[in-house]
């Protein structure tokens, strides 16, 4: 009952005045959706704000799989120590990291500095203020996040399986693709969900990293609240990106499932 | 190019050490083609090191194995042409019986139509047809042991390992695929190489065992060179059920040795090994090798007796246990043909037997 009680606190009554504000300002109606889908400038948020998260879903799973794989197979030790430093670059503070981000990649940055000095490059990449630079940076915040739920299913997986299937002739490649992978794909499903929907909404980064010309849509939310007081359009753009999570979860439930109950 | 033999496996002088542990210590053997070998051993005794070398998962610490003449070390397990069950249920866990058994031929790219029959006389051998489209999760533990094994022949393979893939199932059902095992070695005239730590298993299935003790081969030979003919005690007492009666050596002539008793009861046993005279030895006498009887046995034979009063008695359907106490203060078990003469409780009787169905051994050394 008391969780009943809090949830209707701080998660319906929150919610639903957001959706008032997004149906009421400026004027009653579905406006500020019709603005937000229709507008080509809000559809290119709109598209950023996915390609950026795919982007940086995809690289993360296909950076995370072999540490998790090498966390699964490790000595124990190795792995812990391995583990322990995945751990600690999560607990880093987020500025900080992002900071260091900037450092790397600025114009005058270690490694522009570095292909210039080499003599592989003549002008600075322009490494930073554009969607590159926080497809980068998020890449590397969100890596924790697809590799724990690999980590965890990995581990699970027998490793007589694979060497049952050695032994019946299949090779390092076949065992990966009809063996590993397949029975990798609940842990692949949960990672891949978490960084997709953490990053539809990812604010810190994309801010610091990003440049004015290609927004994402958390940006796009806070400039419009904050600068320009338009309540009503971001209300609808956070209810916008709300009912996306949603959908990606519930494709999630269908295909994977919650719990592990067959 | 080296062998003129006909042996399907050579292994020579194998150790493997992890770190401290030596799992496997110098051992040799030779496996005949089509021969059915059981290495027998008790938990950690370097078993499941010894196969896993053979099939390709370890790398030995020197030796070498040979299958077919050919040195096998540098061949990766999916290159060696052997078949494998093991002691875990290893099926697929995402592929339908049928696909788990089709996958060995599926990955060495065979034609649809030639997996297709091959899958259904497998299915059909381990007596599993009707299960083809279930997953792994929806069959008993000795369902999925029984397609792990079609999995294992189905690619016919030159060897086939089975590393305790029995342990798991209860008694019935153990027997029933034993059974299941030995027919299809017979049809299937594969060379198999087996593992357990049931001695009764190792007995009924295997054409040769190995005993495997603390990283050696204490024996090797059939079932019955083991149980008639141990080489040490260590073997007399793992391989079927045995009395140790520990005395001292009196004297030994022509392979016959006497032995005193803690009570001054002298008995006399075979022996190959050299004792020597004054040390702690050890006689072995199979219980149902004891036979009751009312006096004591004449000197004139080579008849034998102890004497002891019995202290329990176990009926086990085709046989009678008794347990008797000595004046030695050592109990001895004797079992006997449940028809045979009954003994009551607290009976007191003479227990003869053959001096050729006694054998003296040293004393082990006190085993770990
Ligand atoms: N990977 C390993 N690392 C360290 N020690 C090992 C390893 N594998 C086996 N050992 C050790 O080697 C010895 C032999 O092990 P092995 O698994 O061959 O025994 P086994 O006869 O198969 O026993 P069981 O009947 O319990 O399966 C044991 O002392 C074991 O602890
Ligand atoms: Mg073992």
């Given at each position: 009952m008391p969780a009943l009680v809090f949830l209707f606190l701080f998660l319906v009554l929150p919610l639903s005045s957001l959706f008032l504000v997004s149906v009421t300002e400026p004027s009653l109606g579905l406006g500020n959706y019709a603005k937000l889908l229709g507008d080509a400038a809000y559809g290119r948020v709109l598209f950023n704000t996915f390609f950026v998260a795919g982007v940086v879903t995809c690289v993360t799973l296909v950076i995370g799989y072999p540490v998790a794989w090498l966390l699964a197979i490790l000595p124990a030790r190795t792995a812990h120590l391995l583990m322990a430093a995945i751990l600690l670059s999560m607990w880093t503070n987020l500025l900080a990291r992002t900071y260091g981000w900037m450092v790397l990649l600025q114009r005058t940055g270690i490694i522009n500095r570095t292909l210039i000095d080499l003599g592989l490059i003549n002008e600075p990449l322009p490494l930073i203020n554009n969607l590159f630079g926080v497809t980068i940076g998020m890449t590397y915040i969100m890596l924790p996040y697809v590799i724990l739920p690999l980590h965890a299913t990995l581990s699970g997986i027998d490793p007589a399986i694979m060497q049952a299937a050695a032994i019946t002739g299949a090779k390092p490649r076949q065992i990966f693709w009809r063996i590993l992978l397949p029975l990798s794909l609940p842990g692949i499903g949960a990672g891949c969900l978490m960084v997709f929907v953490m990053a539809l909404g990812y604010y810190v980064t994309p801010a610091l990293l990003g440049g004015t010309a290609n927004m994402m849509l958390a940006e796009m939310i806070a400039q419009q609240v904050q600068s320009l007081l338009n309540w009503g359009l971001g209300s609808a753009a956070a209810f916008i990106l709300l009912a996306v999570t949603l959908v990606f979860f519930a494709i999630y439930v269908r295909v994977v499932g919650l719990g592990k109950r067959s | 190019m080296t062998s003129l033999t006909k042996n399907a496996v050579e292994i020579h002088h194998l150790v493997k050490r992890f770190g401290q542990v030596t799992?496997?210590?110098?051992v040799s053997l030779s496996v005949a083609d089509g021969e059915f070998l059981t290495f027998l051993g008790s938990s950690g005794s370097g078993k499941t090191s010894t196969l896993f070398i053979v099939a390709g998962f370890e790398d030995p610490t020197s030796g070498s194995v040979e299958i077919d003449g050919r040195s096998v070390l540098s061949v990766p397990p999916n290159e060696r042409n052997i078949g494998m069950v093991f002691?875990?249920?290893?099926?697929?866990?995402?592929?339908s019986v049928r696909d788990n058994i089709a996958f060995p031929l599926s990955v060495r790219g065979r034609p649809q139509n030639e997996i297709d029959r091959a899958v259904a006389e497998m299915l059909d051998m381990v007596r599993l047809g009707s299960y083809a489209g279930r997953r792994p999760s929806e069959l008993s533990g000795g369902q999925q042991q029984r397609v792990a094994l079609a999995r294992a022949l189905v690619y016919r393979p030159r060897l086939l390992l089975m590393d305790e893939?029995?342990?798991?199932?209860d008694k019935r059902l153990r027997e029933d695929i034993q059974q299941e095992i030995r027919r299809i070695h017979r049809e299937l005239g594969v060379t198999i190489l087996y593992v357990t730590h049931d001695q009764e298993e190792a007995l009924r299935m295997s054409d040769r065992i190995a005993v495997f003790s603390h990283g050696k081969i204490a024996q090797i030979g059939s079932g019955s060179d083991l149980y008639e003919r141990p080489a040490n005690g260590f073997v007399a007492s793992f391989v079927g059920n045995s009395n140790m009666l520990r005395g001292r050596l009196r004297g030994v002539s022509e392979r016959m040795a006497s032995v005193e008793l803690a009570d001054g009861t002298v008995l006399h046993g075979l022996s190959d090994a050299n004792l020597i005279h004054g040390t702690q030895v050890e006689i072995m006498v199979r219980p149902e090798r004891l036979i009751p009887s009312s006096s004591r046995a004449g000197d004139l034979t080579s008849l034998q007796s102890v004497e002891g009063t019995v202290i329990d008695v176990s009926y086990l359907g085709e046989a009678v246990q008794y347990e008797i106490a000595t004046r030695w203060q050592q109990n001895i078990v004797v079992r006997n043909d449940s028809r045979a003469s009954g003994l009551e409780l607290g009976a007191s009787a003479h227990f003869s037997f053959h001096v050729h169905d006694a054998l003296v051994f040293p004393t082990q050394p006190s085993a770990s």
């Amino acid at each position: 009952m008391p969780a009943l009680v809090f949830l209707f606190l701080f998660l319906v009554l929150p919610l639903s005045s957001l959706f008032l504000v997004s149906v009421t300002e400026p004027s009653l109606g579905l406006g500020n959706y019709a603005k937000l889908l229709g507008d080509a400038a809000y559809g290119r948020v709109l598209f950023n704000t996915f390609f950026v998260a795919g982007v940086v879903t995809c690289v993360t799973l296909v950076i995370g799989y072999p540490v998790a794989w090498l966390l699964a197979i490790l000595p124990a030790r190795t792995a812990h120590l391995l583990m322990a430093a995945i751990l600690l670059s999560m607990w880093t503070n987020l500025l900080a990291r992002t900071y260091g981000w900037m450092v790397l990649l600025q114009r005058t940055g270690i490694i522009n500095r570095t292909l210039i000095d080499l003599g592989l490059i003549n002008e600075p990449l322009p490494l930073i203020n554009n969607l590159f630079g926080v497809t980068i940076g998020m890449t590397y915040i969100m890596l924790p996040y697809v590799i724990l739920p690999l980590h965890a299913t990995l581990s699970g997986i027998d490793p007589a399986i694979m060497q049952a299937a050695a032994i019946t002739g299949a090779k390092p490649r076949q065992i990966f693709w009809r063996i590993l992978l397949p029975l990798s794909l609940p842990g692949i499903g949960a990672g891949c969900l978490m960084v997709f929907v953490m990053a539809l909404g990812y604010y810190v980064t994309p801010a610091l990293l990003g440049g004015t010309a290609n927004m994402m849509l958390a940006e796009m939310i806070a400039q419009q609240v904050q600068s320009l007081l338009n309540w009503g359009l971001g209300s609808a753009a956070a209810f916008i990106l709300l009912a996306v999570t949603l959908v990606f979860f519930a494709i999630y439930v269908r295909v994977v499932g919650l719990g592990k109950r067959s | 190019m080296t062998s003129l033999t006909k042996n399907a496996v050579e292994i020579h002088h194998l150790v493997k050490r992890f770190g401290q542990v030596t799992a496997v210590d110098d051992v040799s053997l030779s496996v005949a083609d089509g021969e059915f070998l059981t290495f027998l051993g008790s938990s950690g005794s370097g078993k499941t090191s010894t196969l896993f070398i053979v099939a390709g998962f370890e790398d030995p610490t020197s030796g070498s194995v040979e299958i077919d003449g050919r040195s096998v070390l540098s061949v990766p397990p999916n290159e060696r042409n052997i078949g494998m069950v093991f002691q875990r249920y290893t099926l697929f866990p995402n592929m339908s019986v049928r696909d788990n058994i089709a996958f060995p031929l599926s990955v060495r790219g065979r034609p649809q139509n030639e997996i297709d029959r091959a899958v259904a006389e497998m299915l059909d051998m381990v007596r599993l047809g009707s299960y083809a489209g279930r997953r792994p999760s929806e069959l008993s533990g000795g369902q999925q042991q029984r397609v792990a094994l079609a999995r294992a022949l189905v690619y016919r393979p030159r060897l086939l390992l089975m590393d305790e893939p029995l342990a798991a199932l209860d008694k019935r059902l153990r027997e029933d695929i034993q059974q299941e095992i030995r027919r299809i070695h017979r049809e299937l005239g594969v060379t198999i190489l087996y593992v357990t730590h049931d001695q009764e298993e190792a007995l009924r299935m295997s054409d040769r065992i190995a005993v495997f003790s603390h990283g050696k081969i204490a024996q090797i030979g059939s079932g019955s060179d083991l149980y008639e003919r141990p080489a040490n005690g260590f073997v007399a007492s793992f391989v079927g059920n045995s009395n140790m009666l520990r005395g001292r050596l009196r004297g030994v002539s022509e392979r016959m040795a006497s032995v005193e008793l803690a009570d001054g009861t002298v008995l006399h046993g075979l022996s190959d090994a050299n004792l020597i005279h004054g040390t702690q030895v050890e006689i072995m006498v199979r219980p149902e090798r004891l036979i009751p009887s009312s006096s004591r046995a004449g000197d004139l034979t080579s008849l034998q007796s102890v004497e002891g009063t019995v202290i329990d008695v176990s009926y086990l359907g085709e046989a009678v246990q008794y347990e008797i106490a000595t004046r030695w203060q050592q109990n001895i078990v004797v079992r006997n043909d449940s028809r045979a003469s009954g003994l009551e409780l607290g009976a007191s009787a003479h227990f003869s037997f053959h001096v050729h169905d006694a054998l003296v051994f040293p004393t082990q050394p006190s085993a770990s």
